[in-house]
């Protein structure tokens, strides 16, 4: 098939909540798009993207986009937007009205923090995804403990360093060992993978995976090393006793830039390579196979992921592994370091788009993960406040993502809830709403992005016309804001005026500056970079024995109790560790052709990953329990039981399960997805959900169908 001619390329960014932020070009076919492609002219990128990405066409010209507002005539859970004794089309200023007047009926009867805006990383351009406060503080409503994600991992990399920031991500072309740490890169964030074969290729580096089966970035290790979920610290900690043990600790490097490194090593002394052999599964000779090459390699970089950390030991993992770094000092060199995120070095100025001076600090900050609670009315997480009984959600599917899924089902069905949801696609959550707002993607929109694996800043310019009537995100700030009288400056700037504001207020120039360049290159210095004049922490030092009660703690009482943090890096017993009724632990890791929840509703996303949700399970483990390749099964626990398909793989640990991909609840067997399994309990020190940690047991439910 000839396929058009482009009229001419488009250039944008990636808003997926993807660590690559990847720079795009688009083919601009007749008012619509074609190929997508990386910008080979940013170097992170490097002409690399996804292949999901790749054939966004798929995705922006969807004959399942939402086209119009809708409002809800059925019952609740309708997902067929076109069943007209199911959903009634409505003008916008229809559908505006009825918002707002429920959100004013609501504050009349429970007070401003009765409505809760539900946001999340759907988008991660700044002014449609963060201009959401801009309303909710104008208006006094519940704040959000955004908690889903990053919170484990952040907490956990800032314990040590003092700061969420390291060496330029394209450093890792010139290392000699690159160890991928808890991230399912070629899936994930496939650039890492890009700049790490480089180095392969151009040095002869090595490259290390740790994970907890054998997915494909681990398939392309030279050292792999698979563990059972939640043990990663009792790695980190046997390596550094090898280390210490056999002198490639750097001590002058820890007498200078470090705290306590004796009593670390004292610490260390009884956390041998057998001691930790046990706890992960892993075999000795590994262990100190794994520690020889970090020991005898300066130019070591950690590429420190999200995955480890989705375990109630997560930011004690975190901690753990990116202490490595500092026991052999191979902060210091090019090539070296532990690279997390540079979330700390852009310092933009948000003031504009979240009126920050309207904010109410003694308003409560709901937690994102606990939605389920918090919409069941549990007074803890409400903090005895009033119920929620109003939401506007954008950017974000709970009903398909958040973990504790019997109580977010149970609180979306309240008759007495009244739910916005703006979307692109009818998801799950939209389903659930009273009222539909059709949403721009991101080729219809103007925005600015930041990379979070890379230090670029990012323009992306609307490039065509959105179909049908959607509109974006800031159009419903300005619309609501109107309507419930809720007054700042930044409602009545377009999207460019809050570009070109926020820029010059952090001193990065203007917008037509950036347009003109595409994107601002904003990594610090080498030395800062590898902080060699000092860590992010008062005295400067990188910290091994961190001062865990000292992050940012949410400002409306307690989010634990906690159980009491190891103070060194230590194996931390607080994960959901196998019983007799639970004999399996199960990780919820991502798929390759979906991410998150979005793209499951793409047909060739779907067919790549199989076609329908899966777990894998290892050979041995099936045939124990009579479960044959392809039959479905039942998996279960405390929190509720899901059934779907098993599929052997012998690249799983006995006694783990992975269920790949967060497939949309109605493909499983019996309407229940993956996170009925997962819990919101929040993770020491900082909250979020525990995704890859959960007992489980499971049993054959049916003859075999595949
Ligand atoms: N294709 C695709 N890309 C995505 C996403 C997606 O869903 N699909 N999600 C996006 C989002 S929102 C984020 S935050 C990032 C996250 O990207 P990552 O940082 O890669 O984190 P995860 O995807 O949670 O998991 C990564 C890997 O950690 C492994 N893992 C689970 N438990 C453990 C453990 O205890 N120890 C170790 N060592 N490994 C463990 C999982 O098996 C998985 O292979 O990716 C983004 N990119
Ligand atoms: N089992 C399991 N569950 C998980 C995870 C896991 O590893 N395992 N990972 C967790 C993680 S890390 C995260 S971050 C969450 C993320 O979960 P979500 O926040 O739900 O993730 P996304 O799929 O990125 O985005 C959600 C929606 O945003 C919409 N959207 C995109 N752009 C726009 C826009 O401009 N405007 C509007 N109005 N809508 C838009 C998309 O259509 C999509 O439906 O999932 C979590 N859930
Ligand atoms: S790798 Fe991530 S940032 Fe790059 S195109 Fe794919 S989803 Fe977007
Ligand atoms: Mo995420």
Known sequence: MNRPLPNRLGHTACPHDC????????ELIDGGIGRVRGAADLDYTAGVICAKVARYAERIHNPNRLLYPLRRKGEKGNSDWRDTNAWERIGWDDALDAVARAFLEAEERFGS????PYFYAGTMGLVQRDGIHRLRHAKRYSRQFDTICTNPAHAGYAAGTGKLAGPDPREMAKSDLVVIWGTNAVATQVNVMTHAIRARKERGARIAVVDVYRNETMKQADIALCLRPGTDAALACAVMHILFRDGHADRDYLARYTDFPDELEAHLASRTPEWAAAITGLGIEEIEAFAR??????????RLGYGFTRSRSGAVSMHAASSIAAVTGAWQYEGGGAFHTNGAIFNLDKRMIEAHELCDPATRRLDQSRIGAVLCGEPEVLFDGPPVTAMLIQNTNPMSVAPDQEKVRAGFARDDLF????EQVMTETAAMADIVLPATMFMEHDDIYRGGGHQHILFGPKLVEPPGECRTNHQVFAGLAERLGADHPGFGMSEREHIDWMLRQSGRGTLAELEAAKWIDCQPDFRTSHYLDGFGHADGRFHFKPDWTSVDA????????WPTLPSFPDHFTA???????HPFRLATSPARSFLNSSFNETPSSRAKEGGRPEVMIHPLDAAERGIADGSEVRLGNERGRVRLHARYFDGVCRGVLISEGVWANATFVDGRGINTLTGADPIAPYGGAAFHDNRVWIEVAGPATG
């Open 19 to 26: 660590p690559s932020t990847c720079a795009l070009e688009v």
């Open 113 to 116: 923090q009765t409505v809760w």
């Open 293 to 302: 090459a970090v020991g005898t390699t300066k130019r070591t970089f950690f």
């Open 419 to 422: 739910v916005c949801v703006h």
């Open 554 to 561: 949410p400002n409306n009482g307690p989010m634990g109790p």
């Open 575 to 581: 994960i959901e560790e196998v019983d007799a009724a």
